[in-house]
Nanobody, 115 residues
Framework: QVQLVESGGGLVQPGGSLRLSCTAS????????MGWYRQAPGKERELVAT???????NYADSVKGRFSISRDNAKNTMNLQMSSLRPEDTAVYYC?????????WGQGTQVTVSS
């Protein structure tokens, strides 16, 4: 089992920046993927960005050029640097870990973009 804890959410004005962090604990296997997903009120959970353990990344079109995902395998941490935030980025952001055995989720952290 892998446990995930997110931090860094909050309220930010449009155009501002925010950094989310996720710390993983437990038994992690090679070949895993970590990522960020988000869910806005009344909408389905959607992919924001993913990063493989070797460093390859994937982004949703809506965040390309504004968000940057990174990870530190030695520290079992993953970050999401969010810039040029828009009101439509408002959502609960979830950290995700998956390998051939399991698919784990964090509890989520609220990001609100509003003036």
């Amino acid at each position: 089992q892998v446990q995930l804890v997110e931090s860094g959410g909050g309220l930010v004005q449009p155009g501002g920046s925010l950094r989310l962090s996720c710390t993983a604990s437990g038994s992690m296997f090679r070949g895993n993927t970590m990522g960020w997903y988000r869910q806005a009120p009344g909408k389905e959970r959607e992919l924001v960005a993913t990063i493989y353990d070797f460093g390859g990344t994937n982004y949703a079109d809506s965040v390309k050029g504004r968000f940057s995902i990174s990870r530190d395998n030695a520290k079992n941490t993953m970050n999401l640097q969010m810039s040029s935030l828009r009101p439509e980025d408002t959502a609960v952001y979830y950290c995700n870990y998956r390998d051939f055995r399991i698919n784990s989720w964090g509890q989520g952290t609220q990001v609100t973009v509003s003036s």
